[in-house]
């Protein structure tokens, strides 16, 4: 009868290792000189089907104050942080389904990631309750971060126009340095919006977005802005039209690449991003 025991009971430990290795259950580990972590867990297996999945790596407690600092300078609340590790290669845009135990339909949800000591913001796909669907070329430490809803017409970190998402990078170079500022994009009133139209009315093409955009507490002369565009790719005829004094000025993209444009601006104001047919 003991033999039988111990059989089960190693039988049951075989069980437990193999879910492990395989990614199951909730990655936890914590420093004993950091604040409490937010909750890591693993991805959402089949939350969205066909999506790649990753395990999260818990971070450092350096990695970890650094999350929260970048939380802080946004004004929202830290949900989650990790490294995404897995044995496939990621050599391309994919989209990834994440568990973000508190994330909730309709929550502004934004996602940095940390690449050579700088947050890069990603395009956030979907935030579905418990899950946020994010696109991500590279691997590197996730901060999830919950904003509160932007009252009306004071603009937000991300903007939906036309079926496209559009962000602008926190980071930028203003006037020679390069500091970060995050920049809010407010949606177009109905007179803007068909003011925009009309600039583009005899081209073939789509208008991806009309925005105006503004750098609170932050002026400059010239700013290299990096916009998150979905839908765009290397190759793409990207016009980009600028608002001031009552006219439209087209200005030139300096990098058009895949769901990213790079654009020098003398200004805040409203802006037209149209893609040509090509």
Known sequence: MKKFLCYILIFMFMITAAGCAAGQGNVTGTDADTEEEPAVSTPAVGARPGLVTFSLNAPTSETLRKAYALAADLGGE???CGSPSSETIIDKTTTVNFSVTEAKEGD?????Q???DKWEQLTVVAVTDRHVAVNISKRGILAFIRLAPPSVGSGSLFLNYNGFSVSAVGYAELDGDQIYSPFLLEAPDYTLNNDAKRVV???SGDIIAVFTISSPGVTFN???VTFK???IKNGDRLYIFSKAGGSWNRIEASVVGDEHVLVTLSGNGPLLLFKRNN
């Open 78 to 80: 830290l949900l989650h």
């Open 222 to 224: 010239t700013a290299k």
């Open 114 to 116: 940390l690449v050579n």
């Open 108 to 112: 502004n949800i934004v996602v940095y």
């Open 229 to 231: 565009v979905s839908g």
């Open 201 to 203: 009315a005899g081209l």
